[in-house]
């Protein structure tokens, strides 16, 4: 098993690109979340689906889309890019809620100019 | 929302010796589950512990070890035998038994292992 995988682990965007971030985890879990992680914040949701078809925001949705076509894959696109958007971004991954952890991708840098 | 709080941004311990990272959590909810994430310099999150608020008895992996106290909303991590490569980001996560998939993180303690 590959388990969480982000792509791509770097970017540079200019202010008012878009760009989607890949998330893709082969254990065929039900829960996906996507987090920001800024220095003093810890990691902030931004928006999270239990299951295809399903999303729902999280604490910092503004300015990020979702969507879950399947099982899968769980992109996150930037619609118009922002310095405030300059972060680290982890995809993550679970069977489902409760006692079961979550699972991280590595992580994918974003610089924002 | 409930809300995490880890007080400690940083911590530094001589190696082999023991050190102890505070979390505690503000929530109304009565089943719940507590984790602690290690983020090494690679950013890899890679669970460390995990606590079931149902269960009285601390969980124990290896050297590392949980202090719960569920009326003080207080869960702390102890570190024994601290190791060079124990040196790390340390988060606590607070995750509700009901609402399901949210995760709540504390803001990090920061833990240098001194030679």
Known sequence: ????????????????????????????????????QDPGMGLRLIHYSVGAGITDQGEVPNGYNVSRSTTEDFPLRLLSAA?????????????????????FGPGTRLLVL | AQTVTQSQPEMSVQEAETVTLSCTYDTSESDYYLFWYKQPPSRQMILVIRQEAYKQQNATENRFSVNFQKAAKSFSLKISDSQLGDAAMY???????????QFYFGTGTSLTVIP
Not at chain 1, 15 to 36: F, I, K, P, V
Not at chain 1, 84 to 100: I, K, L, N, P
Not at chain 2, 91 to 101: D, I, K, L, P, V
């Open chain 2, 91 to 101: 988060f606590c996560a607070y995750r509700s038994a009901n609402t399901g998939n």
């Open chain 1, 83 to 103: 310095p405030s958007q300059t972060s680290v971004y982890f995809c993550a991954s679970s069977w489902r809620g409760g006692e079961e952890t979550q699972y």
């Open chain 1, 1 to 36: 098993n590959a388990g969480v995988t982000q792509t791509p682990k770097f970017q540079v965007l200019k202010t008012g690109q878009s760009m989607t971030l890949q998330c893709a985890q082969d254990m065929n879990h039900e829960y996906m979340s996507w987090y920001r």
